[in-house]
C-alpha cells in the first residue's frame, strides 16, 4: 500500500499501480484501455490521486506510460482533465507530473505532448 491509501486497480486489460516515490509518487498504467468509457475508471482514480496529492504535499508524481500498448481518445480526454485540474490549484500546492512515454508506440508521440501545453511547466513528457 503507498502513502496516500491509493488503491491498485487491475482490469481484464489494464492495470494500475500506485507505489512511494523517493520525491512522490508512481503511477504505473500498463495494457490496454479501449473500453467505451474509460472515465467510470480513470476519472475516480485521477481525482483521488490529485485530492490526496494536494492534501499530502506530494510534490511529483512519475507517470509510467511505456507499458500502455493503447489508449483511446476517451482516455486521452481523462489525463487532460487531471492536468487541467492541476492548473486551478494554488501554486503553493501544486505538484508536477512527469510522464514517462514509449516512443515506439504512435498513440503516446502523437497525443502526450499535447498535454504539457495545458499545464505549463507542470507537465513534462520524457
Known sequence: MNKLGINDIVKEKMT???????????????????????????DPFFQSVHQSSIQNNIRKINVNLTGLSFLNSSGIKC???????????????????????????????????TLTFAAPGLISVV
Open 16 to 42: 494500475i499501480r500506485v507505489e512511494d516515490d523517493t520525491d512522490g509518487l508512481l503511477i504505473t498504467i500498463d495494457g490496454i484501455i479501449d473500453m467505451e468509457d474509460p472515465g467510470i475508471i480513470l
Open 79 to 113: 489525463l487532460a482533465k487531471w492536468v487541467l485540474s492541476l492548473s486551478q490549484v494554488s501554486e503553493d500546492k501544486r505538484y508536477k507530473i512527469i510522464i514517462k512515454q514509449n516512443p515506439t508506440i504512435t498513440w503516446q508521440k502523437t497525443s502526450l505532448i
